[in-house]
């Protein structure tokens, strides 16, 4: 089992940056996939990135690639994703995932966070 805990989250103003933290406690990090939802108020989750057991291999959503990139430290029990270029649309609670299956479905994560919450505002 692993437990996930999101950090870095704030207000910024459109066009700007943040970097988002997963740190995982338990057992065997990098056993898990490790991926990245947001969800809006009034919309489903949604996959936003997701990075395998190495950190070799990553998928992207269409409506962030070019600008966040997903990344994770095994050594550190952490995973990343930075946010450049952000948009009021990126405005949403993000949270870490760990699961069995290097996917974007909610479906496959079995180990979520507690979210942080991500506003783009002028």
């Known amino acids: 089992q692993v437990h996930l805990v999101e950090s870095g989250g704030g207000l910024v103003q459109p066009g700007g940056s943040l970097r988002l933290s997963c740190a995982a406690s338990?057992?065997?990090?990098?056993?898990?996939?490790i991926a990245w939802f947001r969800q809006a108020p009034g919309k489903e989750r949604e996959g936003v990135s997701c990075?395998?057991?190495?950190?070799?291999?990553?998928i992207y959503a269409d409506s962030v690639k070019g600008r966040f990139t997903i990344s994770r430290d095994n050594a550190r029990n952490t995973a990343y994703l930075q946010l450049n270029s952000l948009k009021p649309e990126d405005t949403a609670i993000y949270y870490c995932?760990?699961?069995?299956?290097?996917?974007?479905?909610?479906?496959?994560?079995?180990?979520w966070g507690q979210g942080t919450q991500v506003t783009v505002s002028a």
């Open positions: 995932a760990a699961g069995t299956f290097f996917s974007l479905e909610v479906r496959r994560y079995n180990y």
């Open positions: 990075i395998n057991r190495s950190g070799g291999a990553t």
């Open positions: 338990g057992t065997n990090f990098d056993y898990y996939p």
